[in-house]
Structure formats: C-alpha cells, structure tokens
C-alpha cells in the first residue's frame, strides 16, 4: 500500500489486533509520539500567558521570529536569517499537508510539474501533492533526481528521514540543492528530527555548506514536538527564502493558520532552553540502546536508524511476517511497505514509549520459543 493512500493506518491497526490477541500487555511502538513530561520552563510559559482574549498574529508575538534565529544560529550554525525570514505554524504536519498548494497553487500551469518526494516516505508529503493536484515522483537521492524527466516544481527532503533514520552529508545535500536551483524546483526540508543525531550530527539545508550562503528556493521546516514533547502544543515554524515565507505569510493569514498565543509564548521559553533538550535526548539514548541491542540478539539487522527516533529493522523476510513476529509477542511495529515498496523487508519500531515498555518488548524480542498463535503474516 502506497503512502497517503486510503487504508494506511489499517496495517497497524490489525498488528494491534493481533497483539492484543496475543494474551500479553500490548508494548506500542509504532508510533512517534512523545510520552514523557513537557517541560516545566514551557508548562509555565503557557500558564502565564494564557489570558489571551485577542486574535494572535500569524507573525507571532514580538520575540518568537527573533527565538527561531537565535536557535539556528546557537544550535546548528545557520548564519545571515533575519526574523522575517521565519513563520510559525500549528505544528508541522498541518504545514506540510498544504505547503504544496500554498506555494505552487492550484493551477499547474503556473508552476509546472510533479512534486518529488523521498523512495521511503512520511506519507503525509503524497497527500499534500495531491491535495494541490499535483502527480507523486520518488527520488532516493541525486541520480535519481537527474533522472527525472520533468523538473519537479517541488522537491521534498527529510534528513534525518522517517521512517530509516538516514541522514545525508552535507555534501550530499548540497549537490541536490545545486541540481534543483539549476532547474527552478523548490526544495523543502524536513528537519523535525533534527536534534535527534545519534551517530552523526544532521545538517539543516540553511547552513551555508549546504546552502551555500544563500536561502534562495529553500524552504526549512521544524518542530517542538519531538525536541521539547510538545507534540499536543501544535508548535512549529518554517525558515528560508524570505519571498517564499512572505508568500506563506500573507495566505496564512487570510486562512486563519496562526498558532496560538499562548503557544508562542511556549514556543519562546523552549527555544531559550537546551537543558531540557539534553535531557530528553538522554532519555531517547538509553532506550534506544536497550530496544537496539535486543534487536541484534534475535537476530535483526537495524540499518541507517543513526538519527530520529525510530530503529529501521529486518529479519531478512517480508515485513508482514516480521510485523506479525512481533505483534504475538504483544509488541506493535510498522510495516515498512507503509512508506514505501522498497521498505518490503523491514518494520520501524519507535523508541518514544516509556523506560518499562522498552524494556518489556527488548525482553521479549530476545526471549526464544514459538510464537503463542496465529497465522504467520498480516496483510502480506
């Protein structure tokens, strides 16, 4: 089943069955959600402005804009952006469901072409060309984009990526920005995970190595929830070529998509503080360390997984008997085919449960012996 297609979430919702069936507590890791404590410095922010009886502004209170530079700039070295260079959101993923028609329209006759997007996707980036009626092209990588016989009007990237945990060099990402400006196709860049390097420190697309020092046609997007648990906040923000984000702006604002005040003000506080950011990237380490190790001792490969919060896994097999391999043993995984057909033979497994859910599938997944019942596969 194709990203984006209607049914995708009812792949995950039989490995639930058939975990629940299974006769054990049911361990979720299907699912990227953040279940520890939002922090205090954040808590207090939204209490302390949550008299908010006017309309907020789509630019955000005085502060917020200049908040996403500092952060750029402290915590991942981009240099030269200006607050009007930057737009809140509510959350990423409203964004990136409608980016496409709010940047290209939806007349395709203005702005030609297909809009490409990663060979193992977030099927959320099919929906939204789709919304703009626009066709789906899949690339993995430079060759591929090369290949490609009609420029893309807009050329989606996710480094680190969802669902592999794969992330591209900086040398790589310039390349593909280079090809796409030659071309006059847009580039956004997922970068939700971007503070979430385990193996290598990920590059945003406005840094100047891959930029090279110009915002021209890129377009930047970033989340809270993920780096701060903030996921039930809704709080994001978009960065870049300053007419593109003037262009969001202005349609933004007529549509209404403005994140609330009292979310900006959250905004605000967990973008002035690393120390909660440190200590939730500890707590993803460990359990991504236990669920890993468990992996490799029954007899999984993890590849890529060396950022984000997932662990790309196979067994060497079709990924619905690997889901179902797990699910009774009570554990829910993704089937890989979710995000695209080249993910046949692996599953993603989240590593956001608590420290006793990971700890309970870890165990599980290296204890022996048969499964308890049912059939081999699901939805194979």
């Known amino acids: 089943m194709s990203p984006g297609q209607p049914g995708w979430h009812a792949g995950v919702a039989a490995v639930r069955e058939r975990a629940a069936g299974s006769g054990l507590p ?15 410095v954040v808590r207090r922010a939204l209490a302390e402005h949550a008299d908010a009886p006017g309309y907020p502004l789509t630019i955000g209170v005085p502060g917020l804009r200049e908040a996403y530079v500092s952060w750029l700039a402290t915590t991942h070295g981009v240099r030269g952006l200006v607050p009007e260079q930057t737009l809140p959101t509510v959350g990423s993923k409203e964004l990136i469901g409608t980016l496409p028609l709010l940047l290209l329209g939806s007349d ?47 050329l989606w990237l996710n480094s680190p990526a969802n669902p592999t945990g794969r992330v591209q060099s900086p040398a790589e990402l310039a390349a593909i920005v280079a090809h796409a400006r030659e071309r006059g ?44 648990n903030l996921a039930g906040y809704r709080c994001g923000f978009v960065a870049g070529d300053h007419a593109l984000v003037a262009g969001l702006t202005a349609v933004r604002r007529d549509l209404g998509l403005i994140m609330p005040g009292p979310q900006q003000a959250a905004s605000i506080a967990a973008l002035g503080d690393e120390i ?29 997984s060396e950022a984000g919060l997932y662990l790309w896994a196979t067994r060497g097999e079709p990924s619905g008997v690997t889901t179902g391999w797990l699910a009774d043993r009570g554990v829910v995984s993704v089937d890989g085919r979710s995000y695209g057909p080249t993910g046949e033979q692996h599953v993603r497994l989240a590593i956001t449960a608590t420290d006793d859910d990971v700890a309970t599938a870890a165990e599980r997944i290296t204890a022996t012996g048969p499964p308890t019942t049912g059939p081999e596969r699901i939805g194979a």
């Open 26 to 40: 049911v361990v979720d890791l299907s699912v990227g959600a953040p279940v520890d404590p939002t922090p205090e």
């Open 108 to 154: 395709p006759t203005v702005r030609p072409g297909p809009v490409a997007i990663p060979a193992l996707a977030y099927p959320t980036y099919a929906v939204g060309a789709r919304l703009a009626g626009r066709d789906v092209v899949t690339v993995d990588g430079l060759d591929d984009l090369r290949a490609l016989p009609v420029a893309p009007a807009l």
């Open 185 to 228: 196709t847009i580039v956004v860049s997922d970068e939700c995970y971007l503070d979430l390097g385990w193996e290598v420190e990920a590059a945003t697309v406005l840094h100047d190595d891959v930029s090279g020092g110009s915002t021209t046609g890129l377009i930047a997007v970033h989340s809270l929830s993920k780096r701060s």
């Open 276 to 304: 909660h950011v440190v200590e939730q990237r500890a707590r993803y380490g460990a359990r991504r360390d236990v669920l890993r190790a468990a992996l490799v001792a029954g007899g999984f490969r993890v590849d890529h």
